[in-house]
């Protein structure tokens, strides 16, 4: 729970842009404004505090597409028990990002 | 339409070469999936800016600017695989980074000093003092290294009273050519040179105040002579081995045995010599000018004026001759004295750049202990301890190290150098004292603007900080007031205690990149 309390609120962002669906870090990017210096690295802190993971997607599917295959990102059970709490204490939250705006893929 | 596809497909080469740059500082193992990612990224970035078509020059900074930030996302990966460099970015704000981030510079400064030919030569110089009465005689209007006593003249003063000198010397420089006579103690070799010889008399180095290293006592079996090396000559030529002492060489086609090696401080005296030939007579056989030295006595000493003494001699005959004597030694400070005032000269200007209290304390309920108290105090103290040697070293570097410049400016370098960097140094070290906690020492952080400026005589406006162990909040006052007029602690009470329940994890994690907060 202490964990939960002291997410900023540019890490509760990303992951209500991830509970939102922009499930890669560009669209990340697109969806908070935020640059991709600070994106990816705090990707990276939350995949690294289990509150988020990461899978590449299928080749085949990316290549049906005709393009490269993008990393996704995923909330955890964690994350989303994190991003719960951070609701609470950043109330704006969901109204700067509202859940399922993005389809999710 | 050409053109912007090859301008397009440029652009997109430096993209990808700035994501392969800043994939070199992601470590190996994650090196190739971090490449992937980035370049798939990219990819989108550039269909999202082009739509169907080719990039403008706006999407094509947005797509830069994304890059960029790759560099960002890489050294976070270099630097959480790194535990010595989370360990020390999780001293941010301590005292004990403080003191290691001065240590280390501290021992830079004396590495370069050891290191740097101009510095290690001057500080070679410090023990071996050339006598400060000893003075170099030349005809009047000359100046520089070129010889104008002639073995004449020299032994018409010689044969004198004198009025102003205990002791006269001679010397003469001549090239010899010299070749290695197989004598070398540990059979050692070197090919054939010429070198600087100085025949001089046998006083010149008594004359000079200077003692021969690994002096041997003076054989005179079979007439042979002795020549003392200079050091830098014996470095260049022989490598600076001790065994050297005792070889027997051929100069200038009779045998000599190296008798040791004199101190640099003696090359102060012109001639570039590689070895000085010490004989009875120095003017015997000799037709070509050389130098004069002499050690001034107690009435000599009066006379000089400004480093110089004018003498007028008899000459050969009768005629007279005017001399000018100038110590070889200059009465030039000692680096030490230099900063020694550098620094008088800097605490003494402190006070106009920068407040030198510390802040006010206010009574703490508390009550801080001695043991606090002494903690606080002796940080500054190590501060202050750390940063004179250092500065010392830094003023020696800059003022020595650059040779180009001249032995003459560095005096003017060294002063300047110790009293700029002494005064800002002193600056850092009580502003840094001023933003650290009184209790932990820790710096304090997260600033926040309190107040409005245009407001100043209705409220008080300024800044606040707070220490991150929770024990005090800073107050700085943006505009000093006569009811505000310096900054003041507030020491919290255990009841804010809450809010800093886990900070040292908080602190933790702030290290690795301020992703969480209290």
Redesign the interface.
Known sequence: M??EA??????ALILQALDAGYV???SI??TTGL????????L??LE?NDLIRSQWEKQSTADEEQ?????YYKLTAAGTTTLEASRRRYPLLERLIPSGEAKTI | MRLTLRSDWANRQLQLGLLHMASFLVPRQERAEWRREWRSELWHVRQACSGSGALGSRDDQRANGFCLGAFEDALWLRRSGKPHVVWFARMEGTPARCLLVMAGMLAASYAVAVLLPGVRAERSLWPSKVNPNAVLIQQAGYSGSMPTVTPDEFRAWNERRQKYFDSLAYYRVAQEQESASGGSPDGASHAASTWSVAHSSENLFESLGLTVQFAEPRSQAGGSYDVWLSESAWKRLFGADPHVVGTEVRLGGRSVRIAGVAPDAALRLPGAVDAWLLEQDATREAKSAGYAVGRLNAEGQGELWSSCIRITADGPGDSKQDLMGVLVESSRPGTGALYGFAALLALLSLPAITAVSLGEYSANPQKTSWGRKLYRWSFLAAKVALLTPMVYFAALDLAYGFTSFGRDHAIEIQLAASFSMCLFGMRWVLKDQRRRCPVCLRCVAHPAQVGQASRTFLAWNGTEMMCMGGHTLLHVPSLPTSWFSSQRWLYLDPSWAFLFASSATTMDHEAIGGFFST
Request: glycine share 6%; aromatic share 10%.
């Open positions: 202490a964990l002291r997410l900023t609120h540019t890490a890669y870090g560009f990017m697109e640059p991709s210096g600070t994106v990816y690295p705090a990276r802190r690294q393009r490269p295959a993008r990393k």
